[in-house]
Every structure is written in structure tokens, then in C-alpha cells.
């Protein structure tokens, strides 16, 4: 879908409601798209979802999000941690990207305070739960021109 908001989200994310819940929750990544679907319903931002393992497909749905989507909704998992090649394609593709984390990153452990992403993004919310990607998207109502370009 042109002039949407690609929420993308990389490894083990899929895993969301049974992964660590101590960490990351109880909620899965399907009630989140539920809750971002209503709220693009009600303010006409169109919202599309991609969720991958794979370091690859993450590069080729951002290459192919260029000139398509209007911002990136990104949580990159472990990607976060060590991609390079990730931060290029985002780079390529121009576009706005915010970072979402589940957990609070900062808090966590040593490896995981090296972050490719967070200086090349909007700007970045951690420790919210599955409600930073809802924070993520009205950060994106805000900071879009209404129509799109
Ligand atoms: O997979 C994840 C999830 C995460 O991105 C988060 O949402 O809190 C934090 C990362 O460090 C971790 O590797």
C-alpha cells in the first residue's frame, strides 16, 4: 500500500506473548497490528506490517518500501545490535525511520547498548511494551504533512 507506515519487526519477534515474558510481555505482535489497524482507521494513515527472521528479507522489504511507504516503524530485534548492512538499506531508502523496543534497551545488558539504528532514526522508544509501536505511530501523525506529498 503506497503512503503507509511499514511497521517492520526482525527476529523473534513473531515470538512476542511467549518470548521471555518477563521481558517483553504477555501481548503478541498480532494484537499490536490489531490496535494500529483501529487507530489507522481512525486517523487515515495507512498502516502495513512486515515481520522477518531474516537479515536479507529485512533489506529487501526496506529497498522495496522506497518511494512506497511514507516512514518505517522499526523494531530490529537482535539486527539492532549488529547490522550494518540494515542501516545502509535504511540510509538508500530516505525514509523517516522511528525504533521501537519492547524492553527498555538501556537497562539491559552491555551488548545490547551498541546500536546501529538510533542515530540514523527520528527518534527511538524503548520500554513501553507492545504501546511503543501505537507511541511510534501517533509520533508519525504528528510529524507527516497531511495529504501526503
Ligand atoms: O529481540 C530483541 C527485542 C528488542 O528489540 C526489544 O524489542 O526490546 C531488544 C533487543 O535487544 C532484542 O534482541
Redo the contacts with the bound molecule.
Sequence with gaps: MTHSILVLN????NM?GT?EPS??GNETLAEMEKILQALSKEHGLGVTFFQSNHEGAIIDKIQQSKNVARGIIA???????TSIAIRDAFLSSGLPVLE??????AK??HF?QKNYLSDIAVGSI??FGIF?YQLAYLAFLKLLPTPPP
Design positions: 526482525g527476529p523473534n519477534l512476542l518470548r521481558i517483553y523494531n530490529l530485534g537482535g539486527f539492532t545490535h521501537v523496543h519492547v524492553s527498555n534497551v539491559r545488558e545490547r524503548s520500554g511503543g
